[in-house]
């Protein structure tokens, strides 16, 4: 709307600017400001503001045969790899075989045993393997998580592909979405697409589940990216 002013020399047009109040004009900048927040939030996987492991501290890299580093030769597994990037002392606690399920019985101890800063999770293929339901697995796996978070460790999980039609047929496994549903639920950091992704190329396996030393590399490149997007790994690290 436009307010026409009148006078004896001239015709000029001005703006109509209605009146807002000082204490509306604040609550409108709060809720614009919040909204931003909330970007910014779902841009990190509501994992904003982590804070840093520094060089030297302890990492447990909790998993099974993929962790253990089955398919390569000895010092090729990816949390060897991990170590060399971030300087970190990554307990390598992978054992062949190991289900979600079987895993709840032996986090604590190791929890106890090493005091980790930060404890990277990959679990949960072998259950697959054993057509376990999903949701059986995620509690499992939501069950390590929270004994990581009550030992004050950081906690990160990487994502593990679950069996499917699609995924045999177009040589591309896909993530099992419980992994990003855990994430968003206890609201921690995750790997995603860089397991599945070796899997579907054949030159980066020594077998149809398992990396080989070429794919291990890669598996700690692609951790260790991620790790750094979050923040977990200090500039320079």
């Known amino acids: 709307r436009r307010i026409l002013l ?25 809720f614009i400001l919040a909204l931003v927040g909330v970007g910014l939030l ?9 804070p840093s492991v520094p060089s030297g501290s302890t990492v447990l890299a909790f998993g099974d045969s993929v962790t253990f580093g089955t398919g390569a030769e000895s010092g090729e597994d990816w949390p060897t ?7 970190w002392s990554v307990v390598n606690a992978g054992v062949p075989g190991d289900t979600a399920e079987a895993a709840t ?9 090493h005091r980790p800063s930060l404890v990277i999770i990959e679990l949960g293929g072998n ?18 998580v929270r004994a990581a978070k009550a030992a004050r460790a950081g906690v990160v999980l990487v994502a593990v592909p679950e069996l499917s039609l699609l995924g045999v047929v177009t040589g591309k496994p896909a ?6 549903q855990l994430g968003e639920e206890e609201n921690v950091p995750i790997i995603d697409e860089v397991f599945s992704d070796i899997l579907g190329q054949p ?3 020594a077998d149809n589940i398992h990396p080989n030393a070429q794919g ?17 790994v200090a500039s320079g690290g």
């Open 6 to 30: 009148l006078s004896s020399r001239r015709t000029s047009t001005v703006p109509w600017r209605p009146h807002v109040p000082a204490s509306r004009f604040r609550q409108r900048r709060a």
């Open 81 to 87: 790899r991990l170590a060399a990037l971030t300087h």
């Open 42 to 50: 779902a841009a990190c996987g509501g994992s904003a503001n982590l």
């Open 203 to 205: 030159e980066l396996r």
């Open 216 to 232: 291990y590399q890669r598996m700690a490149d692609g951790i260790y990216k991620a790790l750094k997007a979050t923040g977990l």
């Open 105 to 113: 019985n032996r986090i604590q101890s190791l929890l106890d045993e």
């Open 127 to 144: 259950d697959f393997l054993r057509r376990r339901p999903a949701s059986a697995v995620k509690e499992d796996l939501r069950r390590i």
């Open 175 to 180: 993530d099992s979405p419980i992994y990003e």
